[in-house]
Protein backbone atom coordinates (compact mmCIF):
# COMPACT_ATOMS: atom_id res chain seq x y z
CA UNK A 1 0.00 0.00 0.00
CA UNK A 2 2.87 2.43 0.91
CA UNK A 3 4.01 1.65 -2.42
CA UNK A 4 1.53 2.66 -3.97
CA UNK A 5 1.05 5.90 -2.58
CA UNK A 6 4.65 6.80 -3.44
CA UNK A 7 4.06 5.55 -6.89
CA UNK A 8 1.33 7.20 -7.72
CA UNK A 9 3.26 10.55 -8.11
CA UNK A 10 5.82 8.94 -9.89
CA UNK A 11 3.15 7.85 -12.29
CA UNK A 12 1.82 10.72 -13.26
CA UNK A 13 5.11 12.78 -13.73
CA UNK A 14 5.72 10.14 -16.19
CA UNK A 15 2.85 10.39 -17.72
CA UNK A 16 3.04 13.87 -18.01
CA UNK A 17 6.66 14.80 -18.64
CA UNK A 18 7.54 11.80 -20.58
CA UNK A 19 9.84 12.48 -23.31
CA UNK A 20 8.52 12.13 -27.29
CA UNK A 21 4.88 11.38 -26.41
CA UNK A 22 3.86 12.28 -29.91
CA UNK A 23 0.96 9.94 -31.42
CA UNK A 24 3.39 8.55 -33.58
CA UNK A 25 6.53 7.54 -34.17
CA UNK A 26 8.54 8.04 -37.01
CA UNK A 27 11.89 7.31 -36.35
CA UNK A 28 13.60 6.25 -39.51
CA UNK A 29 13.00 8.38 -42.11
CA UNK A 30 13.72 7.20 -45.41
CA UNK A 31 15.35 9.49 -48.37
CA UNK A 32 14.63 9.54 -52.21
CA UNK A 33 17.14 6.92 -53.56
CA UNK A 34 16.08 5.35 -56.48
CA UNK A 35 18.09 3.47 -58.69
CA UNK A 36 16.92 3.58 -62.18
CA UNK A 37 20.13 5.62 -62.98
CA UNK A 38 22.61 3.30 -62.24
CA UNK A 39 21.14 0.65 -64.67
CA UNK A 40 20.74 3.43 -67.17
CA UNK A 41 24.45 4.90 -66.23
CA UNK A 42 25.87 1.34 -67.75
CA UNK A 43 25.92 0.97 -71.94
CA UNK A 44 28.98 -1.69 -72.62
CA UNK A 45 30.38 -0.69 -75.91
CA UNK A 46 32.63 -3.39 -75.69
CA UNK A 47 33.35 -7.13 -74.75
CA UNK A 48 35.53 -5.95 -71.64
CA UNK A 49 33.25 -3.49 -70.31
CA UNK A 50 30.45 -6.17 -70.81
CA UNK A 51 32.46 -8.42 -68.70
CA UNK A 52 33.01 -5.37 -66.17
CA UNK A 53 29.08 -5.12 -65.91
CA UNK A 54 28.91 -8.58 -65.58
CA UNK A 55 30.31 -8.52 -62.29
CA UNK A 56 28.53 -5.14 -61.24
CA UNK A 57 25.60 -6.07 -62.06
CA UNK A 58 26.20 -9.53 -59.38
CA UNK A 59 26.85 -7.62 -56.96
CA UNK A 60 23.65 -4.95 -57.09
CA UNK A 61 21.58 -7.96 -57.13
CA UNK A 62 23.20 -9.37 -53.86
CA UNK A 63 23.13 -5.92 -51.88
CA UNK A 64 20.11 -6.67 -50.21
CA UNK A 65 20.36 -10.79 -49.66
CA UNK A 66 24.17 -11.15 -49.03
CA UNK A 67 25.50 -7.83 -48.72
CA UNK A 68 28.63 -9.48 -47.59
CA UNK A 69 29.33 -11.48 -50.80
CA UNK A 70 28.09 -8.45 -52.70
CA UNK A 71 31.49 -6.38 -51.24
CA UNK A 72 33.03 -9.20 -52.69
CA UNK A 73 31.90 -8.84 -55.78
CA UNK A 74 32.41 -4.89 -56.19
CA UNK A 75 36.31 -5.26 -55.21
CA UNK A 76 36.55 -7.85 -58.01
CA UNK A 77 34.68 -5.32 -59.93
CA UNK A 78 36.88 -2.64 -58.73
CA UNK A 79 40.31 -5.09 -59.37
CA UNK A 80 39.15 -5.43 -63.18
CA UNK A 81 37.90 -1.87 -63.62
CA UNK A 82 41.68 -0.92 -62.60
CA UNK A 83 43.14 -3.56 -64.78
CA UNK A 84 41.07 -2.52 -67.15
CA UNK A 85 41.57 1.46 -66.80
CA UNK A 86 38.29 2.18 -66.33
CA UNK A 87 38.23 5.33 -63.49
CA UNK A 88 34.82 5.42 -63.58
CA UNK A 89 33.95 2.02 -63.16
CA UNK A 90 36.48 1.84 -60.34
CA UNK A 91 34.74 4.60 -58.94
CA UNK A 92 31.11 2.98 -59.37
CA UNK A 93 33.17 -0.37 -57.32
CA UNK A 94 34.00 1.48 -54.59
CA UNK A 95 30.35 3.64 -53.83
CA UNK A 96 28.56 0.10 -54.12
CA UNK A 97 30.87 -0.82 -51.17
CA UNK A 98 29.15 2.66 -49.60
CA UNK A 99 26.00 1.63 -50.92
CA UNK A 100 26.10 -1.46 -48.90
CA UNK A 101 27.07 0.09 -45.71
CA UNK A 102 24.21 2.54 -46.01
CA UNK A 103 21.90 -0.80 -46.19
CA UNK A 104 23.70 -2.01 -42.95
CA UNK A 105 23.31 1.93 -41.70
CA UNK A 106 26.68 2.40 -41.36
CA UNK A 107 26.68 5.75 -42.43
CA UNK A 108 30.22 6.68 -41.29
CA UNK A 109 31.89 3.50 -43.12
CA UNK A 110 29.24 4.65 -46.35
CA UNK A 111 30.49 7.84 -46.41
CA UNK A 112 34.39 7.34 -46.17
CA UNK A 113 33.99 4.93 -49.16
CA UNK A 114 31.97 7.50 -51.04
CA UNK A 115 34.13 10.50 -50.73
CA UNK A 116 36.97 7.57 -52.22
CA UNK A 117 34.80 7.01 -55.40
CA UNK A 118 34.12 10.80 -55.69
CA UNK A 119 38.40 11.48 -55.40
CA UNK A 120 39.10 8.87 -57.93
CA UNK A 121 36.63 10.79 -60.75
CA UNK A 122 38.23 13.93 -59.31
CA UNK A 123 41.35 13.38 -59.78
CA UNK A 124 40.56 12.10 -63.51
CA UNK A 125 38.52 15.31 -64.22
CA UNK A 126 35.05 13.04 -64.72
CA UNK A 127 33.51 15.17 -61.44
CA UNK A 128 30.19 15.54 -64.09
CA UNK A 129 29.63 11.84 -63.48
CA UNK A 130 29.66 12.19 -59.52
CA UNK A 131 26.05 13.22 -59.42
CA UNK A 132 24.57 10.14 -57.62
CA UNK A 133 27.50 9.57 -55.85
CA UNK A 134 26.96 12.93 -54.03
CA UNK A 135 23.39 12.03 -53.89
CA UNK A 136 24.43 8.81 -51.90
CA UNK A 137 26.83 11.32 -49.54
CA UNK A 138 23.81 13.42 -48.93
CA UNK A 139 21.82 10.37 -48.00
CA UNK A 140 24.21 9.65 -45.26
CA UNK A 141 24.68 13.12 -43.54
CA UNK A 142 20.92 13.18 -43.82
CA UNK A 143 20.57 9.74 -41.76
CA UNK A 144 23.28 10.39 -39.13
CA UNK A 145 21.78 14.54 -38.28
CA UNK A 146 23.84 16.89 -40.33
CA UNK A 147 20.96 18.33 -42.51
CA UNK A 148 23.39 21.00 -43.53
CA UNK A 149 25.96 18.82 -44.88
CA UNK A 150 23.38 16.99 -46.88
CA UNK A 151 21.80 19.99 -48.25
CA UNK A 152 25.10 21.21 -49.72
CA UNK A 153 25.51 17.62 -51.50
CA UNK A 154 22.02 18.18 -53.30
CA UNK A 155 23.17 21.04 -54.35
CA UNK A 156 26.05 20.14 -56.00
CA UNK A 157 24.11 17.32 -57.51
CA UNK A 158 21.16 19.36 -58.49
CA UNK A 159 24.13 21.24 -60.35
CA UNK A 160 25.47 18.58 -62.54
CA UNK A 161 22.07 16.94 -62.97
CA UNK A 162 20.85 20.12 -64.61
CA UNK A 163 23.77 20.36 -66.63
CA UNK A 164 22.78 17.11 -68.16
CA UNK A 165 19.32 17.90 -68.09
CA UNK A 166 18.85 14.62 -65.74
CA UNK A 167 15.06 15.03 -64.47
CA UNK A 168 15.16 12.00 -62.56
CA UNK A 169 18.10 13.19 -60.38
CA UNK A 170 16.77 16.56 -60.38
CA UNK A 171 13.65 15.06 -58.78
CA UNK A 172 15.44 12.88 -56.29
CA UNK A 173 17.96 15.76 -54.84
CA UNK A 174 15.25 18.23 -54.71
CA UNK A 175 12.67 15.31 -52.97
CA UNK A 176 15.62 14.51 -50.18
CA UNK A 177 16.10 18.90 -49.42
CA UNK A 178 12.30 18.94 -49.07
CA UNK A 179 13.36 16.10 -46.46
CA UNK A 180 15.73 18.58 -44.83
CA UNK A 181 13.07 21.23 -44.56
CA UNK A 182 10.61 18.73 -42.95
CA UNK A 183 13.49 18.00 -40.56
CA UNK A 184 13.72 21.32 -39.76
CA UNK A 185 10.58 21.72 -39.04
CA UNK A 186 9.64 24.29 -42.79
CA UNK A 187 6.48 22.35 -43.82
CA UNK A 188 5.32 24.83 -46.51
CA UNK A 189 9.46 24.84 -47.97
CA UNK A 190 9.08 20.74 -47.98
CA UNK A 191 5.94 20.68 -49.69
CA UNK A 192 7.38 23.32 -52.35
CA UNK A 193 10.19 21.36 -53.22
CA UNK A 194 8.19 18.20 -53.37
CA UNK A 195 6.06 19.92 -55.99
CA UNK A 196 9.17 20.94 -57.59
CA UNK A 197 10.03 17.41 -57.87
CA UNK A 198 6.96 16.33 -58.99
CA UNK A 199 7.38 18.32 -62.15
CA UNK A 200 10.68 16.87 -62.66
CA UNK A 201 9.42 13.39 -62.98
CA UNK A 202 6.40 14.20 -65.22
CA UNK A 203 8.80 15.04 -67.91
CA UNK A 204 10.41 11.39 -67.03
CA UNK A 205 6.80 10.06 -68.07
CA UNK A 206 7.50 7.03 -65.77
CA UNK A 207 4.37 6.13 -63.67
CA UNK A 208 6.20 4.58 -60.95
CA UNK A 209 8.26 7.52 -60.38
CA UNK A 210 5.29 9.66 -60.40
CA UNK A 211 3.54 7.87 -57.56
CA UNK A 212 6.76 8.25 -56.00
CA UNK A 213 6.06 11.97 -55.35
CA UNK A 214 3.12 11.81 -54.45
CA UNK A 215 4.15 9.74 -51.47
CA UNK A 216 6.30 12.88 -50.60
CA UNK A 217 3.74 15.66 -51.86
CA UNK A 218 0.66 13.35 -49.53
CA UNK A 219 3.47 12.91 -46.45
CA UNK A 220 4.13 16.74 -46.82
CA UNK A 221 0.25 18.12 -46.20
CA UNK A 222 0.16 15.02 -43.54
CA UNK A 223 2.36 17.24 -41.65
CA UNK A 224 0.15 20.26 -42.31
CA UNK A 225 -2.72 19.11 -40.71
CA UNK A 226 -4.54 18.92 -44.17
CA UNK A 227 -5.29 15.10 -44.52
CA UNK A 228 -7.65 15.49 -46.82
CA UNK A 229 -5.10 16.56 -49.10
CA UNK A 230 -2.93 14.36 -48.05
CA UNK A 231 -5.46 11.13 -48.79
CA UNK A 232 -6.06 12.51 -52.29
CA UNK A 233 -2.15 12.20 -53.27
CA UNK A 234 -1.63 9.07 -50.86
CA UNK A 235 -4.57 7.19 -52.23
CA UNK A 236 -3.20 8.75 -56.01
CA UNK A 237 0.05 7.03 -55.56
CA UNK A 238 -0.91 3.86 -55.01
CA UNK A 239 -1.88 2.45 -58.53
CA UNK A 240 1.30 4.27 -59.66
CA UNK A 241 3.34 2.20 -57.33
CA UNK A 242 1.97 -1.43 -58.08
CA UNK A 243 4.06 -2.22 -60.59
CA UNK A 244 6.16 -5.27 -61.97
CA UNK A 245 9.88 -3.86 -63.36
CA UNK A 246 13.19 -6.00 -64.40
CA UNK A 247 15.39 -4.41 -62.03
CA UNK A 248 14.91 -5.50 -58.69
CA UNK A 249 16.49 -3.26 -56.58
CA UNK A 250 13.96 -0.67 -58.05
CA UNK A 251 10.89 -2.94 -57.63
CA UNK A 252 11.80 -3.38 -54.37
CA UNK A 253 11.96 0.74 -53.76
CA UNK A 254 9.17 0.81 -55.34
CA UNK A 255 6.94 -1.43 -52.88
CA UNK A 256 9.33 0.27 -50.07
CA UNK A 257 7.46 3.48 -51.13
CA UNK A 258 3.94 1.66 -51.47
CA UNK A 259 4.39 0.52 -47.54
CA UNK A 260 5.45 4.05 -46.49
CA UNK A 261 1.93 5.30 -48.26
CA UNK A 262 -0.38 2.24 -46.69
CA UNK A 263 1.66 3.76 -43.50
CA UNK A 264 0.76 7.07 -43.85
CA UNK A 265 -3.02 5.94 -44.70
CA UNK A 266 -3.52 4.40 -41.69
CA UNK A 267 -2.50 7.09 -39.33
CA UNK A 268 -5.43 9.23 -41.69
CA UNK A 269 -7.74 6.87 -40.74
CA UNK A 270 -6.79 6.48 -37.29
CA UNK A 271 -7.06 10.61 -36.48
CA UNK A 272 -10.54 10.34 -38.61
CA UNK A 273 -11.52 7.26 -36.01
CA UNK A 274 -11.79 5.14 -38.57
CA UNK A 275 -10.30 2.03 -36.58
CA UNK A 276 -11.30 -1.35 -39.10
CA UNK A 277 -9.20 0.94 -41.59
CA UNK A 278 -6.94 2.05 -40.14
CA UNK A 279 -5.76 -1.25 -39.33
CA UNK A 280 -6.02 -2.58 -42.91
CA UNK A 281 -4.04 0.21 -44.23
CA UNK A 282 -1.71 -1.23 -41.43
CA UNK A 283 -1.59 -4.97 -42.40
CA UNK A 284 -1.17 -3.69 -45.63
CA UNK A 285 2.01 -1.91 -44.74
CA UNK A 286 3.37 -5.04 -43.02
CA UNK A 287 2.55 -7.32 -45.17
CA UNK A 288 4.30 -5.02 -47.79
CA UNK A 289 7.38 -5.01 -45.93
CA UNK A 290 7.69 -8.79 -45.64
CA UNK A 291 7.20 -9.14 -48.77
CA UNK A 292 10.15 -7.31 -49.85
CA UNK A 293 12.25 -8.45 -46.78
CA UNK A 294 12.51 -4.57 -44.77
CA UNK A 295 11.77 -5.70 -41.68
CA UNK A 296 13.72 -2.48 -39.66
CA UNK A 297 10.48 -0.59 -40.79
CA UNK A 298 7.77 -3.24 -38.95
CA UNK A 299 8.64 -1.97 -36.10
CA UNK A 300 7.08 1.71 -36.45
CA UNK A 301 4.05 0.52 -38.32
CA UNK A 302 3.68 -1.91 -35.45
CA UNK A 303 3.57 0.97 -32.76
CA UNK A 304 1.40 2.90 -34.95
CA UNK A 305 -1.04 -0.59 -34.87
CA UNK A 306 -0.25 -0.66 -31.19
CA UNK A 307 -1.58 3.40 -30.83
CA UNK A 308 -4.54 2.30 -32.25
CA UNK A 309 -5.31 -0.01 -30.29
CA UNK A 310 -4.75 2.37 -27.36
CA UNK A 311 -7.43 4.21 -28.62
CA UNK A 312 -9.89 1.89 -28.60
CA UNK A 313 -8.95 0.94 -25.04
CA UNK A 314 -7.51 -2.48 -26.13
CA UNK A 315 -4.81 -2.68 -23.70
CA UNK A 316 -3.90 -6.04 -24.45
CA UNK A 317 -3.92 -6.03 -28.57
CA UNK A 318 -1.72 -2.86 -28.02
CA UNK A 319 1.04 -4.56 -25.70
CA UNK A 320 1.03 -7.72 -28.03
CA UNK A 321 1.93 -4.93 -31.30
CA UNK A 322 4.27 -3.04 -28.95
CA UNK A 323 6.43 -6.41 -27.56
CA UNK A 324 6.50 -7.86 -31.37
CA UNK A 325 7.82 -4.53 -32.43
CA UNK A 326 10.11 -4.46 -29.50
CA UNK A 327 11.33 -8.07 -30.29
CA UNK A 328 11.75 -6.95 -34.31
CA UNK A 329 14.06 -3.73 -33.06
CA UNK A 330 16.27 -5.84 -30.59
CA UNK A 331 16.96 -8.63 -33.25
CA UNK A 332 18.00 -5.84 -35.95
CA UNK A 333 20.12 -3.93 -32.78
CA UNK A 334 18.10 -0.29 -33.64
CA UNK A 335 18.14 1.24 -29.90
CA UNK A 336 16.37 4.03 -30.84
CA UNK A 337 13.52 1.76 -32.41
CA UNK A 338 13.80 -0.10 -28.82
CA UNK A 339 13.06 2.96 -27.16
CA UNK A 340 10.18 4.27 -29.15
CA UNK A 341 8.52 0.56 -27.85
CA UNK A 342 9.69 1.17 -24.50
CA UNK A 343 8.17 4.83 -24.13
CA UNK A 344 4.60 3.53 -25.57
CA UNK A 345 4.56 0.37 -23.06
CA UNK A 346 5.14 2.46 -20.35
CA UNK A 347 2.25 4.71 -21.20
CA UNK A 348 -0.05 1.93 -21.54
CA UNK A 349 1.06 -0.20 -18.11
CA UNK A 350 1.02 3.29 -16.57
CA UNK A 351 -2.76 3.53 -18.18
CA UNK A 352 -3.59 -0.16 -16.88
CA UNK A 353 -1.74 0.39 -13.71
CA UNK A 354 0.51 -2.01 -13.84
CA UNK A 355 3.45 -0.80 -11.73
CA UNK A 356 6.00 -3.24 -11.41
CA UNK A 357 6.06 -3.56 -15.52
CA UNK A 358 6.04 0.42 -14.92
CA UNK A 359 9.41 0.30 -13.02
CA UNK A 360 10.76 -2.52 -14.92
CA UNK A 361 10.41 -0.51 -18.26
CA UNK A 362 11.25 2.47 -16.97
CA UNK A 363 14.48 1.09 -16.10
CA UNK A 364 15.25 -0.40 -19.66
CA UNK A 365 13.72 2.70 -21.30
CA UNK A 366 17.05 4.73 -19.35
CA UNK A 367 19.67 2.44 -20.46
CA UNK A 368 18.50 2.35 -24.04
CA UNK A 369 18.05 6.68 -23.83
CA UNK A 370 21.69 6.30 -22.05
CA UNK A 371 22.71 4.09 -25.10
CA UNK A 372 21.41 6.13 -28.03
CA UNK A 373 23.39 9.48 -26.06
CA UNK A 374 26.73 7.61 -26.22
CA UNK A 375 25.59 6.86 -29.71
CA UNK A 376 25.29 9.72 -30.62
CA UNK A 377 27.78 11.34 -29.01
CA UNK A 378 30.34 8.89 -30.68
CA UNK A 379 28.52 9.94 -34.25
CA UNK A 380 28.88 13.74 -32.97
CA UNK A 381 32.44 13.39 -33.10
CA UNK A 382 32.74 11.23 -35.34
CA UNK A 383 30.53 13.61 -38.06
CA UNK A 384 32.84 16.69 -36.65
CA UNK A 385 35.66 14.69 -38.05
CA UNK A 386 34.09 13.12 -40.96
CA UNK A 387 33.80 16.99 -41.88
CA UNK A 388 37.09 18.00 -41.26
CA UNK A 389 38.27 15.83 -43.81
CA UNK A 390 36.02 16.31 -46.09
CA UNK A 391 36.83 20.08 -45.80
CA UNK A 392 40.24 19.10 -46.20
CA UNK A 393 39.42 17.01 -49.27
CA UNK A 394 37.66 19.68 -51.03
CA UNK A 395 40.25 21.64 -50.47
CA UNK A 396 42.88 19.32 -51.79
CA UNK A 397 40.71 19.40 -54.78
CA UNK A 398 40.01 23.02 -55.36
CA UNK A 399 43.71 23.42 -54.99
CA UNK A 400 44.23 20.52 -58.00
CA UNK A 401 41.78 22.51 -59.81
CA UNK A 402 43.66 25.50 -59.47
CA UNK A 403 47.33 23.78 -60.08
CA UNK A 404 45.42 22.52 -63.34
CA UNK A 405 44.08 25.80 -64.30
CA UNK A 406 47.79 27.21 -63.85
CA UNK A 407 49.55 24.40 -65.59
CA UNK A 408 46.82 24.54 -69.12
CA UNK A 409 47.33 28.71 -68.73
CA UNK A 410 51.33 28.00 -68.44
CA UNK A 411 51.48 25.12 -71.25
CA UNK A 412 49.12 27.09 -73.51
CA UNK A 413 51.12 30.14 -73.16
CA UNK A 414 54.18 28.23 -73.72
CA UNK A 415 52.46 26.12 -76.91
CA UNK A 416 51.43 29.84 -78.47
CA UNK A 417 54.67 31.39 -78.07
CA UNK A 418 56.05 28.57 -79.58
CA UNK A 419 53.88 28.85 -82.21
CA UNK A 420 54.79 32.27 -82.63
CA UNK A 421 58.69 31.31 -82.65
CA UNK A 422 58.07 28.83 -85.05
CA UNK A 423 55.95 31.33 -87.81
CA UNK A 424 58.76 33.98 -86.94
CA UNK A 425 61.10 31.57 -88.26
CA UNK A 426 58.98 30.63 -90.94
CA UNK A 427 58.67 34.07 -92.56
CA UNK A 428 62.70 34.77 -91.76
CA UNK A 429 63.48 30.93 -93.57
CA UNK A 430 61.37 32.69 -96.64
CA UNK A 431 62.62 35.99 -96.33
CA UNK A 432 66.21 34.14 -96.68
CA UNK A 433 64.90 31.80 -98.99
CA UNK A 434 63.93 34.78 -101.60
CA UNK A 435 67.14 36.74 -101.00
CA UNK A 436 69.36 33.73 -101.84
CA UNK A 437 67.16 33.28 -104.93
CA UNK A 438 67.62 37.28 -105.81
CA UNK A 439 71.53 37.17 -105.42
CA UNK A 440 71.44 33.83 -107.33
CA UNK A 441 69.63 35.97 -110.10
CA UNK A 442 72.36 38.58 -109.87
CA UNK A 443 74.80 36.37 -110.34
CA UNK A 444 73.83 34.73 -113.25
CA UNK A 445 72.75 37.91 -114.55
CA UNK A 446 76.18 39.88 -113.50
CA UNK A 447 77.94 36.37 -115.01
CA UNK A 448 76.20 36.40 -118.50
CA UNK A 449 76.55 40.26 -118.86
CA UNK A 450 80.78 39.63 -118.42
CA UNK A 451 80.23 36.69 -120.62
CA UNK A 452 78.30 38.76 -123.35
CA UNK A 453 81.29 41.57 -122.71
CA UNK A 454 83.58 39.29 -123.31
CA UNK A 455 81.97 37.97 -126.50
CA UNK A 456 81.37 42.02 -127.32
CA UNK A 457 85.31 42.45 -126.97
CA UNK A 458 86.25 39.37 -128.76
CA UNK A 459 84.22 40.72 -131.80
CA UNK A 460 85.64 44.15 -130.99
CA UNK A 461 88.90 42.98 -131.04
CA UNK A 462 88.30 40.65 -134.69
CA UNK A 463 86.72 44.03 -136.29
CA UNK A 464 90.23 46.21 -135.32
CA UNK A 465 91.77 43.69 -136.55
CA UNK A 466 90.51 43.62 -140.32
CA UNK A 467 89.95 47.32 -140.15
CA UNK A 468 93.93 47.52 -140.08
CA UNK A 469 94.47 45.50 -142.53
CA UNK A 470 91.89 46.49 -144.69
CA UNK A 471 93.65 49.96 -144.29
CA UNK A 472 97.37 48.73 -144.81
CA UNK A 473 96.62 46.66 -148.00
CA UNK A 474 94.56 50.24 -149.24
CA UNK A 475 97.87 52.24 -148.26
CA UNK A 476 99.96 49.87 -150.57
CA UNK A 477 97.99 49.71 -153.50
CA UNK A 478 97.35 53.71 -153.48
CA UNK A 479 101.05 53.78 -153.30
CA UNK A 480 102.04 51.70 -156.15
CA UNK A 481 99.12 53.45 -159.02
CA UNK A 482 99.58 57.15 -157.98
CA UNK A 483 102.00 59.38 -159.96
CA UNK A 484 104.44 61.48 -157.91
CA UNK A 485 103.60 64.86 -156.34
CA UNK A 486 105.69 67.64 -156.68
CA UNK A 487 107.08 69.58 -153.94
CA UNK A 488 105.12 72.87 -155.53
CA UNK A 489 101.66 72.65 -155.95
CA UNK A 490 101.02 74.29 -158.72
CA UNK A 491 102.78 72.20 -160.88
CA UNK A 492 99.82 69.44 -160.05
CA UNK A 493 97.02 71.79 -161.66
CA UNK A 494 99.73 72.38 -164.44
CA UNK A 495 99.51 69.07 -165.45
CA UNK A 496 96.30 68.56 -165.05
CA UNK A 497 95.89 71.19 -167.89
Not at 39 to 45: G, I, L, S
Not at 231 to 256: G, N
Request: net charge positive.
Amino acid sequence: MTLRIYLLPALAFLTFFLPGTKEYTNVRERTDSLRAELVRDYKPASGKERKLLLIFQKARLLRKANPDLAIKYYEQFYREAVRAKEPFYAATAISGIGRVYIDKHLYFSAIEYLLRSYQILADNNLENRSKYFLVSIGNCYFQIGLYRMAEEYYRKSTALFSITKDFHGIAVAENNIGLIKQKLNQPDSALWYFQKALEQRKKTKQPANIGHSYYYIGSAYMNLGKLAEARKYLELAIPLLYVTVDDLLLQHDYYSTLSDVYLELGKISDIEKKHNETLLNFRKACEICDTIYEQIKIPDILVAMGTSYETEKDYRLALECYRQALCIADSLNQPDLKKACYEKMIQTFIRTKQIDSVSLYCKKYKNVSDEIQAQMMESWFKGIDLALKNRELENELKMLKRRNTNYLIFFTAAGTLLLVIALISLICMKKQKNHSSIAEVEIKTRKQAEKDLEELNRELVAINAGKDLFISLMSHEFNDQAPAVSDNPRNCFNRGN
